[in-house]
């Protein structure tokens, strides 16, 4: 398995990580939102018609 020392690197990553895409993601935020507005709707659109898409692709490929 893992050491302790290992483990312990591991814990001290994960916190520095999310704390420095915290910090990131807080300092950025102005650009995200002048230069992306409405990007996650886009996505999740884009998204939704993909996977119906394909599961009507699946569902009639089968006849």
């Keep these: ?3 302790k020392g290992q483990l312990i690197f591991a814990g001290f990553f994960v ?9 990131s993601y807080r300092k ?11 990007t996650a709707l886009k996505v999740g659109i884009w998204l939704i018609i ?3 898409l394909f599961s009507f692709i699946r569902i009639y490929s089968k006849r």
């Design 1 to 3: 398995m893992f050491t």
């Design 15 to 23: 916190v520095a990580f999310i704390i420095l895409m915290v910090f």
């Design 50 to 52: 993909a996977v119906a």
């Design 28 to 38: 950025d935020l102005k650009n995200h939102q002048k230069h992306y507005k409405n």
